[in-house]
């Protein structure tokens, strides 16, 4: 049975940070591009990072470029998503995503951020 379950969201203050992880199973993690997705009330779901399966180069949406980190640890089957610098506007329902080419993508059932300001 695949499973993405991620934890570590919460309530933090504006320029706190936020260490999401994402535990993997019933698949296997290691061929896996893995990310993270975000979604605001009211809007559309957007890719924050993502990270190669193969020589985990990395990815980053333009707001989040300098202050998130992506992150994976194949051994344990787990991706992580480092939060520092938080603001107002990252609070979202934070989903982790896996998907291989020609297979199947699979999707976590999210956690809040919230950031107040």
């Known amino acids: 049975q695949v499973r993405l379950v991620e934890s570590g969201g919460g309530l933090v203050q504006a320029g706190g940070s936020l260490r999401l992880s994402c535990a993997a199973s019933g698949f296997i993690f290691s061929r896996r591009s893995m990310s993270w997705y975000r979604q605001a009330p009211g809007k559309e779901r957007e890719l924050v990072a993502n990270?190669?399966?193969?020589?985990?180069?990395?990815n980053y949406a333009d707001s989040v470029k300098g202050r998130f980190t992506i992150s994976r640890d194949n051994a344990k089957n787990m991706v992580y998503l480092q939060m520092n610098s938080l603001k107002p506007e990252d609070t979202a329902v934070y989903y982790c995503?896996?998907?291989?080419?020609?297979?199947?993508?699979?999707w976590g059932q999210g956690t809040q951020v919230t950031v107040s300001s």
């Open positions: 990270i190669t399966s193969t020589n985990g180069s990395t």
């Open positions: 995503y896996a998907r291989l080419m020609g297979y199947p993508a699979y």
